[in-house]
């Protein structure tokens, strides 16, 4: 399940939001309208630093749905890894070089976090800097691990987290 991937992160490229783009009009054509696709992720930030990779989020009515999808989307060249959803039994996920791809309920907790925090460091340069730093370190302590690269952001992420749970009080 584990991939062996050297993790490199990027300055920030302006041609990312066309590339999610296109990519975007690709999957609303072969999924249709039913769906809702954002693009999250470091990618999605003006001005931070990044894995070259596009994160894309399809927000479904529900998972049961999904089934269907990961078909059309495995015709876009899509690989669907099922043994994520041990980790994380709210998401479809699936890649292509260059593109990850996370398939949940529209509006449900998965969908509201990542749109919080992508929002939020649109909204807070000083944070989405300070993110870039810690996620430089710890790609360089984690080359080529990338799942505790992704569980060391943890921290850092939920402490952003916490503003959104905040505000809904």
């Known amino acids: 399940m584990a991939k062996k991937e050297s993790i490199v992160i990027l300055p920030y490229d ?18 249709g309208t039913n769906v809702h696709i954002e693009h999250i992720g470091s990618t999605s930030v003006p001005n931070l630093c990044a894995k070259p990779i596009i994160d894309i989020m399809i927000g479904i009515c ?6 269907k999808y990961i078909k059309d989307l495995e015709k876009l060249n899509y690989s ?15 890649e292509k070089k260059g593109f990850h ?7 449900g907790d998965f ?13 807070h340069a000083d944070i989405a800097r300070e993110y870039c730093e810690i996620k430089k370190k710890l790609a360089r302590k984690y080359k ?12 850092f ?5 916490k503003n959104m749970y905040e505000k809904e009080k």
């Open 80 to 94: 669907y890894f099922p043994d994520y959803e041990a980790l994380i039994p709210e998401r479809r996920y699936l």
């Open 111 to 123: 969908w509201k976090r990542h749109v919080f925090f992508r929002d939020f460091l649109r909204a």
């Open 144 to 155: 080529n691990e990338r799942e505790k690269y992704t569980e060391a952001k943890g921290p």
């Open 62 to 67: 529900s998972i049961g749905m999904a089934k």
């Open 14 to 31: 302006d041609h990312w939001p066309d590339i999610f783009a296109l990519e975007k009009e690709k999957i609303q054509n072969v999924l």
């Open 157 to 161: 992420i939920q402490k952003v987290l």
């Open 101 to 107: 791809v996370h398939m949940v309920e529209k509006n």
